[in-house]
């Protein structure tokens, strides 16, 4: 958790130079104690705001995508004779990919421009889900050209929080940053709901395909706009010299890096965005069987539906909550702390009650306040690396990021042989506890 001090509003100690500001005529780091670039300047609050949108539109089809092979799954297992097994192969090679992209995506960003990043994977992240269907179509094994299609979605994919992490470090205020990262991280959940009623609707009537094309394109149009808007038209490359020579990170040597991971702020950050990670892939996992076990007759949409859209609001005011205590002068590391402390031990209470003897409609509002209630982690462990190391944010989010993606993959995978070889381990609730 946060553990840092303030050192007045719109300032952020950087643990990879702390240990070196005691000596800096001697034994300095490099770059440490250099002013950033003028590229790196931040945002006017009006500049803020139209990024924000941005960044959240952004995110949203960046569910869209990630969402339609899940939705279209069962049409396409129909087309190509998939089994469950394959079906499950072809679903989780894009967790695999996702894994490996979050240190490197992170540590790029920190170099060059956490939008350059963004730019560059949403264009080919959204080209290779316009181009699914295709590979689908053409290939004689479309079993081998989909898990490899997901296992690349999951590689671009992969960059996007971490990039964000450090564009937010670089460019935001630290008493603004708390509303970005809550409002950009609500577009998971509106995406999700998006991409489940219009792409259900567009498989229904005109094809699986059409969700790919649909959900591809728009997020190809999306690259298009800010980078024709937003970034004037610059040429988003990234050379080999751009990686030497970019930002104050790019001198930190293996030594400083070891130094940071010995931080003890630095491993509780990274712990609690394992557990919140754990946590969340375990109700998205669990829930589906929960209300089907405990109530049969439920209607399917109203558990899968109201939790996310309770979220969405509860991710917007844990933001603006945030943003507006440091605003008026608390302490910031106390401010991350309460945050995560909604995120982590509120919820865990409403998760609890689920486990008693509930009817239909509490069970609904249990989960829906441990979903809302959840969010709150994205102005409280994910704001809270910034706050520690804004000069290599993005690398130490894809690090916070690869643990947490491993910890809900295993946990899942796990879940989900407990679940085929004893049915009633669900129905006593105990994953919950």
């Not at 560059?120 to 295709?134: H, K, Y």
Request: hydrophobic content about 45%; charged content about 10%.
């Amino acid at each position: 958790m946060a553990v840092i001090q303030k050192h007045g509003k719109n300032y952020s100690p950087d643990l990879v130079c702390h240990k070196e500001n005691h000596a800096s005529d001697k034994t300095g780091v490099p770059g440490c104690h250099k002013k950033w670039p003028e590229q790196n300047a931040n945002w006017s609050r009006p500049v803020a705001r139209v990024w924000t949108v941005v960044l959240l539109l952004g995110t949203c089809l960046l569910y869209c995508a990630r969402v339609a092979m899940p939705i279209c799954a069962v049409s396409m297992s129909e087309q190509f004779k998939w089994s469950k097994r394959e079906s499950g192969m072809v679903l989780g090679s894009f967790f695999w990919g996702y894994c490996f992209t979050q240190v490197f995506g992170g540590y790029v960003s920190d170099r060059v421009g956490g939008e350059k990043v963004l730019l560059l994977s949403a264009a080919a992240w959204g080209s290779m889900t316009a181009f699914t269907p295709i590979l689908a179509h053409f290939c004689s094994q479309p079993i081998f050209s989909m898990t490899l299609a997901r296992f690349l979605m999951g590689l671009l994919q992969g960059v996007h929080y971490p990039s964000l992490a450090s564009l937010c470090s670089q460019k935001v205020v630290e008493s603004e940053r708390g509303f970005l990262m809550s409002t950009v991280g609500s577009g998971s959940y509106l995406g999700t709901l998006l991409i489940g009623g219009a792409g259900s609707l567009m498989l229904d009537l005109y094809g699986w395909e059409s969700v790919f094309y649909v959900s591809g394109l728009l997020s190809v149009l999306w690259a298009y706009c800010m980078w024709k808007y937003l970034l004037k038209g610059e040429g988003p490359i990234i050379t080999l010299e751009s990686l030497g020579s970019g930002g104050p990170q790019s001198k930190l040597t293996k030594r400083h890096w070891l130094r940071l991971f010995k931080q003890p702020a630095v491993c509780a950050v990274i712990v609690t965005h394992l557990c919140t990670a754990s946590t969340f892939f375990t109700l998205l996992s669990w829930l589906p069987t929960f209300f089907k076990d405990i109530f049969p007759d439920a209607k399917g949409w109203v558990f899968n539906v109201i939790p996310w859209l309770v979220a969405i609001p509860s991710s917007l005011f844990s933001g603006c909550l945030s943003d507006h205590l440091i605003s008026e002068g608390f302490d910031i590391a106390s401010v991350r702390k309460l945050m995560q402390f909604f995120s982590m031990g509120v919820s865990s209470v409403f998760t609890l009650l689920l486990c008693g003897n509930t009817t239909f409609p509490w069970a609904v509002a249990f989960v829906s306040a441990t979903m809302g209630l959840t969010t709150f982690s994205h102005s409280g462990v994910s704001v809270n690396v910034q706050d520690l190391a804004p000069s290599c944010a993005g690398a130490l989010f894809g690090v916070m990021n690869t643990c947490g993606a491993f910890s809900g993959e295993f946990l899942y995978s796990q879940t989900l042989k407990t679940k085929l070889c004893d049915e009633s381990f669900i129905s006593s609730c105990y994953i919950f506890y």
